[in-house]
């Protein structure tokens, strides 16, 4: 038989279609497999971990399909000791099976810093080694001196701390400051749209005390909480332009873009 009748024949046609079968059953059965083996599709929901020890994370993470690993540990005065106070990924996202939760765990002792050098400087210096530290600046308070802006006092609780001393990490510092008659005011900074620690960092800044912080309904979570901005302040900008140092100022924040919006307009 010719090439020509063969290629035609349906001794031909018959085997070719059954080459073109077993090559699709191949690449078919080879496709499934690797959807098997790389759980193409299957997702697993990441628990809430916040709050809970380490051992009923690893066993909520397990019943999950999932692990933790520890990665880090804190000191959180909100937390039990030994609780989980930080996941990363967050709770209710979708993760293949076996992922790692890495979390972080609430140290059962808050870690303590030693006490830098605060006072004879300038309040500037103060609180950059405060922030250096690790510790926040505090209330400011002002008394009479001949050396406007000289650090008198550091305290905690109302006592005074001294150079060296050991105070917990993240905590806050107050001072006392120094200030000449006949100069006790300065500007009231606007805050309309800034975050909270950018409001903080203003107004420590301006040497003036934080007040209340007020959110709305709409800072329902954390994550609303730490994406919220300020809409409202007390004093008024808008009517107050000095105010004496040490004065607080009350802030109030939502996460509503048509409030802040209206606050801008009405404040710039």
Known sequence: ??????????????????????????????????????????????????????????????????????????????????????????????????RVIRITINSNEPEKVVLPRLTDISFRQAQVLIESAGLQVGNISYQPSEYNDLVLKSLQDSVEIFEGNKIIKGSEVDLVVGRSQGNMQTTLPNLTGFSLEEAKSTITDAMLNMGAVIYDE????????????????????????????????DIWLTTDTTIINQAYERNF
Do not use: C
Not at 79 to 84: A, K, Q, S
Not at 230 to 240: E, L, R, V
């Open 1 to 98: 038989m010719s090439l020509g009748k063969f290629i035609t024949s349906r001794a031909f046609v018959r085997h070719l279609l059954i080459a073109i079968g077993l090559v699709a059953l191949l690449f078919f059965i080879t496709f499934k497999g690797l959807q098997r083996y790389t759980q193409h599709g299957v997702s697993y929901p990441v628990p809430a971990l916040t709050g809970l020890s380490l051992d009923e994370a690893t066993a909520s993470a397990e019943a999950n399909m999932l692990r933790v690993e520890v990665i880090d540990s804190v000191y959180n005065k909100n937390f039990e000791p030994g609780t989980v106070v930080d996941q990363l990924p967050l709770a209710n996202s979708r993760v293949k099976e076996n």
């Open 218 to 249: 709409t800072a329902e979570t954390a994550k609303d909480s730490a994406s919220a901005r300020i809409w409202k302040q007390q004093p008024n900008p808008q009517f107050t332009k000095q105010v004496n140092l040490g004065s607080s100022v």
